[in-house]
């Protein structure tokens, strides 16, 4: 089992940067996958990115791609998502979220932190 707490949300100019990290909790951190998804009001939970076990691999949706970074320490059971350029659109709740083998799909993803909200203002 893993637990999962997202943090670094807020509120934003666009432009801006944020870091959110994901703290989770157990000695398994490191052979699980991490993502990070976002959702809008009012719209479905959509892929952001994710990274493999070792951080060798990641995977980004084209909508942030050149502009976020997922990278993640596995001494510190924690995964980030550097946000740079931030634009109105990007404003969403983001979760991170654990699998068992690095995946888009959200349906493959067992364990879920509560979201952190993150607001970009014009």
């Known amino acids: 089992q893993v637990q999962l707490v997202e943090s670094g949300g807020g509120l934003v100019q666009a432009g801006g940067s944020l870091r959110l990290s994901c703290a989770a909790s157990g000695r398994t951190f490191s052979s699980y996958a991490m993502g990070w998804f976002r959702q809008a009001p009012g719209k479905e939970r959509d892929f952001v990115a994710t990274?493999?076990?070792?951080?060798?691999?990641?995977v980004y949706a084209g909508s942030v791609k050149g502009r976020f970074t997922i990278s993640r320490d596995n001494t510190e059971n924690t995964v980030y998502l550097q946000m740079n350029s931030l634009k109105p659109e990007d404003t969403a709740v983001y979760y991170c979220?654990?699998?068992?083998?690095?995946?888009?799909?959200?349906?493959?993803?067992?364990?879920w932190g509560p979201g952190t909200q993150v607001t970009v203002s014009s």
């Open positions: 979220a654990a699998a068992s083998g690095i995946s888009t799909q959200k349906r493959l993803y067992n364990y």
């Open positions: 990274i493999n076990w070792s951080g060798g691999t990641t």
